[in-house]
């Protein structure tokens, strides 16, 4: 565990405030759930909840038959970082977490099918330094949130409007999973 110097005092609620330095390292937003443990040294984790994190086994399976039936890079994230990829390229973005431009398109709860050299075109994690020919993100939505995205990748072909319906199914399978 690394240590911030950062001491805070709980209230007669119970009550602790997370310091906004580390919200905002680990990406906790206001609303956000937290997981809470013990363990047996008496210290307390707080762990950022991801929904999708209970569907990670499912959703890469999914990826996995996506990938092998298009022929694209498929990825599947939460919030936070990429749950599941499959395909040619997948090992740039297992585990990674997502851009920023990622993050503000599931906030805005959008589908795009986008071409390398478009305006929208966005890198969808922190580090993507790849290059597709075409991308198509959709975001998932369970209860009405966004809880994560399908991201179908091209390296060479140029995608259309099949893909992008392709990732909006894909999106719309995982949510309903999730209300079940």
């Known amino acids: 565990m690394k240590a911030t110097g950062i001491v805070r005092r709980i209230d007669d609620l119970g009550r602790v405030v997370v310091p906004k330095e580390i919200r905002r390292t680990l990406r906790i937003r206001e609303g956000d759930p937290l997981e809470i443990y013990t363990d047996r040294e008496g210290e307390i984790i707080l762990k950022k909840y991801s929904p999708m994190g209970d569907l990670s086994q499912f959703a890469g399976q999914y990826a996995k038959i996506l990938a092998e039936t298009t022929g694209y890079l498929v990825c599947i994230s939460d919030r936070d970082h990429m749950i599941a990829a499959c395909g040619g390229g997948k090992k740039s973005y297992e585990d990674q977490p997502v851009s920023r431009e990622l993050e503000k398109l599931m906030e805005e709860r959008k589908t795009l099918l986008n071409h390398e050299g478009d305006r ?15 991308q198509v993100i959709a975001t998932i939505i369970t209860h009405g949130d966004a809880v994560g995205s399908v991201i179908i990748m091209s390296g060479d072909r140029k995608m259309q409007e099949a893909e992008k319906q392709m990732a909006m199914t894909a999106a719309g399978f995982l949510g309903s999973q999730m209300e079940q």
């Open 120 to 134: 929208n075109y966005i890198p969808v994690t922190a580090n993507d330094t790849e290059h597709h020919t075409s």
